[in-house]
């Protein structure tokens, strides 16, 4: 093999791990805040990616109407489990966060949809739409019942994410789609050339990691979603709402995903199942970080995302099992280190 | 003189068991209130239904407020606190978050005096601010637990067991500060192993037994009852070791 080759895949590897890293840190924080190991992070993935996509050749999303109706449910819902104690207050932070704000994001969609919109404009409504989409996810699946253990929740993520996906299906067909890219600048160094889509990729990721790490450290709320993953019951006696730290998670991962979708939306051609098989690779890496290490996460996942460059290159056929198999001695490692530990019940 | 917390019978169970039956309690403003009893007798079981922890049947009202409906964070909000029996800390979080967090429901001016308050009450937890909770000595973690729950700025604070495996010298540092809370307007209603240093700083006391109070009064006739005496206080009548 001659360097340049190395130097290809090294950089291939290296953009891939980066958009890994970021959904590998989210599953990470959405499991310490919440214990739910999210299967559907993936979608989010798609969800963003194919929302942009459509909005960029002019048509509407289904996602924006699937995003008003899981309102309405979460609507419900919130009435259903207040009936005890309805107070005027709750009702109207119940009809804002979830009628208001979807059906306004309906309205704003079909009013800025077109084939002339401006990229950051398409961006910015995919984004809200997969927020509200998360958020929603949250409050109508997880929520009610968050006391319950991680078996109970894993399966409600597998069940989340078959649903999504076969959603995805309804609102973008079986046809894959692209979209523009975000800006066709490039560098150029030595052998490689560097598209202004994976130096977006970098920074990115750079700048998700350097905000997640200054919003743990320094802010007070940042500061309760960790209080909240180290101690549930301590968390609650300072009162903090655990279901508003639910919320917040899942929000962060909606939009890390989003995120992440768009970023690779204009390199490869996106399915609406494709998002799966991104998610799991950011789930290999979060694994590896024992799903609480977030630097951890992050170099695992530039790892898999190099392993990944290369097998492809060498054997192609095998890539995915290659890449799956890195697992394999990580969780050897980990339950021969670790003693087994019950599960906190709260 | 109206009572700040006030419990009418009443009654908690796991499952079918119930642990404690019909009991009633009120603690006053300015007041230091002490449940005595033997491990298992229902202490622990009664501080965490009344803080919204575990479901109870019957009546709570704290500051005039009716309970029922309130989930845990929602009677932090109302000036009610509890410091749990095994202290629930933010162990991979330095002793100064930990207190900032416990302020999470208070204005960001208010939180700044409490904090010096708290320091001056626990100069220990001045020097180790920086500290990870986790790596607290037991009697370090009891201060920080007792601070976080002070940094609220409750009006009731409810202390289960704060001398449990702590060393004498510590205990009686703690038992202090609990004393001076009443100055600061803070009013404790605390459970105890520890009969004899609980009912030496406290008003009136309750003695629990089995899920039941059996005896109720002022602090010093409490400690004078030959029974507590015996049972709980360590005080012999025919000359015979407890232990």
Known sequence: ?????????????????????????????????????????????????????????????????????????????????????????????????????????????YALVGPNTPIAVNIALALLIVAAIGLFLYRIAFQPIAHTSVLVLLIASVGCHLALQGLGLVFFGAEGLRAPALSSAAVTAGPLRFTGQSLAVYGLTIGFIVGLWLFFGYTKTGKALRATAVNRLGARLVGIRTTLSGQIAFLLASVIGAISGILIVPITTLYYDTGFLIGLKGFIAAIIGGLVSYPLTAVAAIVVGIVEAFSSFYASNFKEVIVFTLILPVLVLRSLAAPQVEEEKD | MSALLSVADVHIAYGKVEAVRGVSLDVADNEIVTI???????????????????????????????????????RVATGLSLVPEHRELFGTMNVEDNLELGAFRIAKAVAATSLER???????????????????????????????ALMGAPKLLMLDEPSLGLAPIIVADIFRIVGELRSAGVSVLLVEQNAQAALQIADRAYVMELGEFVLSGPASEIAANEGVAASYLGFQHEGESVI
Do not use: C, W
């Open chain 1, 1 to 109: 093999m001659n360097t340049t080759i190395m130097l290809f895949l090294l950089q291939d590897g290296i953009t891939n791990g980066a958009i890994y890293a970021l959904l590998g840190l989210a599953l990470v924080l959405v499991f310490a805040v919440t214990r739910v190991i999210l299967i559907p992070q993936g979608e989010f993935v798609t969800y963003g990616a194919l929302s942009y996509a459509m909005l960029a050749t002019g048509q509407v999303p289904g996602t924006v109407r699937l995003a008003v109706a899981m309102g309405l449910v979460a609507f419900a819902l919130d009435l259903f489990f207040a009936r005890k104690a309805l107070h005027v207050r709750l009702v109207m932070r119940s009809v804002a966060l979830n009628i208001v704000f979807p059906v306004a994001l309906l309205g704003l969609v």
């Open chain 2, 36 to 74: 005595i009893g033997a491990n298992g007798a229902g202490k622990t079981t009664l501080l965490n239904a009344i803080m919204g922890v575990l479901p109870l049947r019957g009546r709570t009202t704290f500051a005039g407020v009716d309970m029922a409906p309130l989930d845990i964070e929602d």
């Open chain 2, 118 to 148: 708290v320091y001056t009450l626990f100069p220990r937890l001045k020097e180790r601010r920086k500290q990870l909770a986790g790596t607290l000595s037991g009697g370090e973690q009891q201060m920080l637990a007792m601070g976080r």
